[in-house]
């Protein structure tokens, strides 16, 4: 029961790279989000999606994109990745099951240094 | 707008002794409210929610928490403490008008339990 699923769990870019991050359920969740943790800042919600082909802005959208062509994924771009985005990423994906009372299940998250 | 707030950022209490790791939150609305908790190097794991109803809330690992609408509290209690309790723990808040798509995470509580 491999549940949210997130690769890879380290990486280290230079300023101005770019690459993406990728998550991975199998819950049949329609509700899927990408937040990052900072020290003393509990998680931010950078993009979220209610289900295949939709994505939306969460809290901290800027210098990230994101896709979700499958239901069982989502996916995370840095397309110029910036030292400020220096942090732990974490995916979670939620049933809309009871009005959205649901909990979020997360990946044990990407560890990013940019460089 | 909606907020969350852990006044504490870290509790320390002895094996055995009960534990309470406060909680605040506003929303303009009725709440959906969350407990997590989050192991080193892993993703936060779902403890209990609050919905509706009896104030006191039952859910994993012996934990409980007990909502008050009049104090806007959900704060997190263990009748006795183990070491392994010792986690970074977070509260939540979705508020039910939104259509639940976003949750407020509080900033996290250390908690350290000594045997």
């Known amino acids: 029961n491999a549940g949210v699923t997130q690769t890879p769990k380290f990486r280290v870019l230079k300023t101005g790279q770019s690459m993406t991050l990728l998550c991975a359920q199998d819950?049949?969740?329609?509700?899927m989000y990408w937040y990052r943790q900072d020290p003393g800042m509990g998680l931010r919600l950078i993009h979220y999606s209610v289900g295949e082909g939709t994505t939306a802005k969460g809290e901290v959208p800027d210098g990230y994109n994101v896709s979700r062509l499958k239901k069982q994924n989502f996916l995370l771009g840095l397309e110029s990745a910036a030292p400020s985005q220096t942090s732990v990423y974490f995916c979670?994906?939620?049933?809309?099951?009871?009005?959205?009372?649901?909990?979020?299940?997360f990946g044990d998250g990407t560890r990013l240094s940019i460089l | 707008a909606q907020s969350v707030a852990q006044p504490e950022d870290q509790v320390n209490v002895a094996e055995g002794n009960p534990l309470t790791v406060k909680c605040t939150y506003s929303?303009?609305?009725?709440?959906?409210l969350f407990w997590y908790v989050q192991y080193p190097n892993r993703g936060l794991q779902f403890l209990l929610k609050y919905i509706t109803g009896d104030n006191l809330v039952k859910g994993s690992y012996g934990f409980e928490a007990e909502f008050n609408k009049s104090q806007t509290s959900f704060h997190l209690k263990k009748p006795s403490a183990l070491v392994s309790d010792s986690a970074l723990y977070f509260c939540?808040?979705?508020?039910?008008?939104?259509?639940?798509?976003?949750?407020?995470f509080g900033a996290g509580t250390r908690l350290f339990v000594k045997a």
């Open positions: 939540a808040v979705r508020d039910q008008g939104t259509g639940g798509f976003k949750t407020i």
């Open positions: 929303v303009s609305g009725n709440p959906y």
């Open positions: 819950m049949n969740h329609e509700y």
């Open positions: 979670a994906s939620s049933s809309p099951g009871g009005g959205s009372n649901q909990p979020q299940h």
